[in-house]
């Protein structure tokens, strides 16, 4: 994890903690301001004891309602991909660089607007303490938002999916494999591509499987 100043949320994360603690401190951040507007915080779910983390980009509406995180589409696509690389979802751990749903509000709809840097920064002192917390052989950033956010540098999945690179952690070295996220798997279905697409990634989740 790359060294840098730790703005936002540092004061609400209990030092040295575990998952348990760090879910319950969450709901107390105002590490930045989408917590305003976000009807909860969605912080994380999966066992503490995971070889593989997956790393999202942030909640979407489907999980600011329910309060965990990848139950919508994207997270039934994600399901169906853990499946077919033999993963087990109750295996791996899931959140969010981002533990806040930011949005903007068209009528009654509420669409996802994609996170600033400024928020990635201001959330990243709970996403290295879950990281410490977990101590994961691999972690998977699903998509170039999550993928900053872990490697602290601007990321194009193109040049290094398939990689399995090396980050320093809270823990010690890491390795890090970048994929798509699910929601670009779930914008093509009912396309010719659709297919491609989702065994990109389960060929991905394979490779931090093994």
């Not at 009528?107 to 996170?115: A, D, F, L, V």
Request: hydrophobic share 40%.
């Amino acid at each position: 994890m790359a060294t840098r100043e730790r703005p936002g949320a540092e004061r609400w994360v209990p030092p040295d903690a575990d998952v348990g603690s760090l879910r319950e401190a969450a709901p107390g951040c105002r590490g930045c301001e989408l917590w305003a507007d976000a009807t909860q915080v969605v912080f994380s779910a999966g066992t503490d004891r995971a070889r593989v983390v997956l790393v999202g980009e942030q909640p979407g509406d489907k999980e600011d309602r329910a309060g965990e995180p990848f139950v919508g589409p994207a997270g039934g696509e994600l399901d169906a991909a853990l499946a077919a690389a033999g993963l087990d979802k109750d295996e791996v751990y899931l959140t969010n660089a981002v533990k806040h749903f930011r949005f903007e509000e068209r009528g009654k709809r509420r669409i996802h607007k994609k996170p600033g840097v400024a928020h990635l920064e201001a959330c990243h002192p709970w996403l290295e303490a879950e990281l410490a917390a977990v101590a994961p052989s691999v972690v998977v950033c699903l998509g170039a938002t999550a993928a900053r956010a872990v490697l602290g540098r601007p990321v194009r999945i193109g040049e290094v999916r398939g990689e399995l690179l090396e980050t320093e952690g809270p823990a010690g070295p890491v390795r890090v494999l970048v994929t798509t996220h699910p929601s670009a798997v779930v914008r093509l279905r009912g396309r010719p591509e659709w297919q491609e697409a989702f065994d990109g990634l389960v060929a991905d989740l394979r490779l931090a499987a093994g």
